[in-house]
C-alpha cells in the first residue's frame, strides 16, 4: 500500500464506512480492507481528489473513482473472458455508437460469469450502498463489450430511469493511449451541456471504473484506433429509486436566416452552362418530384470550383467549434474571414437569382411573389476531419418563420417588401433564368466558341437528357449503397419523400443489413441493435425514446403532412480526404426503418435534397483513416 493511503488514513472523519469481508473470493481483499474504505469515504464525500496505486477518485467535473486490481486471480479473468465469447452478441450500429454488445448477463449460466454478476449483485452491491451513501435497490443491469477499429460510443450521460451508478470493468491486457478508446469525460457549459473533454482515463486491465449518474455525468468510449487489440468490458448500472430530475432546460438552437438578395450574380460564371437550361431545368424539377433528392455532377464550372478548393484551405479562416457535444461536433466557417473568391461564391446562395434557379428545380415557394411570401434560407460552411459528427437531433426541426427569426437575420442582407419591378415582372410573364440564358445561348450560335458546346439540336438535347438519368438512376442509387464498415455490413439507402410538401409519396424501404431493430434516443437514432437485450443501449441519453409504434390519429398525420419543408443544397470540397462511410444521412427518427438517403463523399457534386419537418439530417462519425480535412457548403431554404 503506498505512502500516500496511509498518510490519508487519518483524515477521515464523519463518514466512517462498515468494514466487512467479501463473501466471494473473486474480489480482491484490499477493496474490502477498512483503510482503503476509508481512504475512498474521505476523499469521495470530502470531493478531494486522489490517487494511489490502488485507487483513484477524480471530483471534477463530477465524482469517478478507479479501483485497480478489482478482481483476485488472473485465472478467474481469463476463464471469464473464454466464457463471454460464447455468450450471444451484436453488434450495435447508430449515430451515437459502433461496437459489439452481449445481451445482459443475468441468464448466462455459465461458471465464472455467474459468480461474477452473483458477486456484482450482493457484495458489491453492498460495497458502494455503504461507501457512496447512495440508495440502492440491489437491482443490476450487466452486459459486456467489445470495441474493435474504429468503434465508439459518443457523448451521453447514462441518465436513463432508476439508473444511480454506472460501472465499466476492464479485462483487455496492455491496452495504451495509442490505442484509443478511452473513456473521455466532458465538463459543462452554463447551460448544463456537455462542452470539452477534460479528462481521458486509459482502459486499464482489472480494474473498476464507477461513477453516480447524473444529468451531468457526460462521457464517451473514444474510437479505437488499434487494429489488432479489441476493448474488452463489462459495463452496466447499480439501480436505485428514482431520482427527481434537474435537467436545465436546453435553450433553443438560434440560426440567422438571409431574405434573398438583390445584388446581381452572373451564374454562368459559376454553374455549368447545362444545369441553366430549360429542358435540364424541366428534367432536374420531374425526378426531385418523383424522389425528393437528385445528385447534379460536375455542377461547377472546373477552374471555379479548383479556385474554391484553393480558397476554403485558406489559412486564415478562422473556423469555430460547433456544441453542444451530444449532439455535434465539427467546424463552421466564421464567414467574414472567408477569401475574396470564396466568400462572392458563398453570398449568391443568399441572392434572388440563386432563390429563382431552386425554385424551377424544385416547383417550391422561394421567391416572394406577394407581399406575404418571406422565403429565407441559412448557411453554413462546414470542416470536417477525425472525430466529427453529427447526431439526430430532434431540435433541428423546420420552425415557422416568426418575428424572432427575422430579428436574428443580417442587417446588411435585409431585403425591402418591394421586389425589382423588373424581377417582378419577369415572374409574372413566366419567363425564367434557364429560359433567358436558352434564348440567349440560340441567338448566338455563330459566335460559340469550340469549348462551349451546341446544345441547340435535338441530339444534343438527348444526350443532355441522358446525362441527367444517368445521375437519376446510377448515381443517386449505386452511389448510396456504399456505407459500409470495417466489419462487413453494408447498409442500403431507401426511398425518399416528395417535394412540394403536398403529397406525401409512399417511402421505398428495403431491409436493414443486420437482422436488428430500430430505437430513437435524445440526441441518436439507432440502425442495428438487438431487440431483446434488457439492457439496450438505445438508453444512453436522458430523454426516453419516442414509441416509433404508438398510434397516430389521421388528423394528427394530416396536420404533419402539412406542414413546412426545407430544400437543403450540399456542395462537398477535398472529399478524397473522406472515407467512403463519412456520408451525409437522412433519417425520419419516429421510423423504425427511418434511412432515408445516404450521401456519399464527392466533388463538385451538387445535392439537392426536399425533407419535410419530421426528417433530419446527420452526418457519420470520421473516423481515424480520414488523413486531413474535407468540407461541406450546406444551405437550406424555406418557402
Known sequence: ????????????????????????????????????????????????????????????????????????????????????????????????????????????????????????????????????????????????????????????????????????????????????????????????????????????????????????????????????????????????????????????????????????????????????????VKKIQRTIEKDSFIYLPNFLLENMYEKLCDDVKNENIKWEKTTPADVQNYEIANEDTLPTVLKNFYNIFKSIHIFHLLKQYTELDLVPEADHMKPRMKIELQRWSRGCYMLINDKEVIQPYSKKDAETENNENHKTDEIDRSLKAELKDGSSIAGKIEDTSNESKSAKSDDQPNFSTKHDINTIDEEILIVDKETATQDRIVVKNPHGKTQNSIGSKSSKGKEKLPISRTASSANCTKSVGKASMSVAFHQSDSTDTEDYSSNPPSDPESDTSQSDNEEKDNRPGTLDVLLQFHTENATDDTTIDYIDPKQKDGALIHIPPQDNHLCLVYRTADTCRCNEYVNHYCKGYFYTLVCSYYE
Open 1 to 280: 500500500m503506498s505512502n500516500e493511503m496511509h498518510e490519508n488514513v487519518g483524515e477521515t472523519d464523519a463518514i466512517e464506512p462498515v468494514a466487512k469481508r467479501f463473501k466471494s473470493s473473486i474480489i480482491s481483499q484490499h477493496v474490502g480492507s477498512t483503510e482503503f474504505q476509508k481512504i475512498f469515504s474521505n476523499h469521495w464525500h470530502g470531493s478531494k481528489p486522489v490517487k494511489t496505486d490502488r485507487i483513484e477518485i477524480i471530483t471534477e467535473p463530477y465524482r469517478i473513482c478507479k479501483i485497480s486490481d478489482v478482481l483476485a486471480e488472473n485465472t478467474f479473468i481469463s476463464k471469464l473472458k473464454d466464457e463471454l465469447k460464447d455468450v450471444e452478441s451484436c453488434r450495435k450500429n447508430m449515430d451515437l455508437y459502433q461496437f459489439e454488445q452481449t445481451k445482459d448477463l443475468a441468464n448466462v449460466k455459465s461458471e465464472s460469469i455467474v459468480q461474477l454478476y452473483r458477486t456484482f449483485e450482493s457484495d458489491l452491491t453492498d460495497w458502494m450502498r455503504n461507501n457512496t451513501k447512495i440508495d440502492l435497490s440491489g437491482k443490476i443491469s450487466i452486459s459486456s463489450a467489445r470495441y474493435s477499429d474504429t468503434d465508439y460510443l459518443l457523448c451521453h450521460d447514462d441518465n436513463m430511469g432508476d439508473r444511480r451508478i454506472a460501472f465499466i470493468l476492464y479485462l483487455s491486457e496492455n491496452w495504451t493511449a495509442q490505442d484509443g478508446g478511452s473513456l473521455d469525460i466532458f465538463d459543462t457549459d452554463e447551460n448544463g451541456q456537455p462542452n470539452c473533454i477534460v479528462r481521458s482515463l486509459i482502459p486499464e486491465y482489472n480494474s473498476l471504473i464507477f461513477f453516480e449518474v447524473s444529468d451531468k455525468s457526460y462521457h464517451q468510449v473514444s474510437e479505437v484506433v488499434s487494429t489488432d487489440k479489441v476493448r474488452i468490458s463489462i459495463n452496466g448500472w447499480f439501480h436505485g429509486p428514482l431520482l427527481e430530475s434537474e435537467i436545465q432546460h436546453r435553450p433553443e438552437i438560434t440560426y440567422k436566416y438571409f431574405k434573398p438578395d438583390e445584388t446581381e450574380v452572373d451564374l454562368l460564371s459559376y454553374i455549368s452552362k447545362i444545369y441553366l437550361y430549360t429542358t435540364i
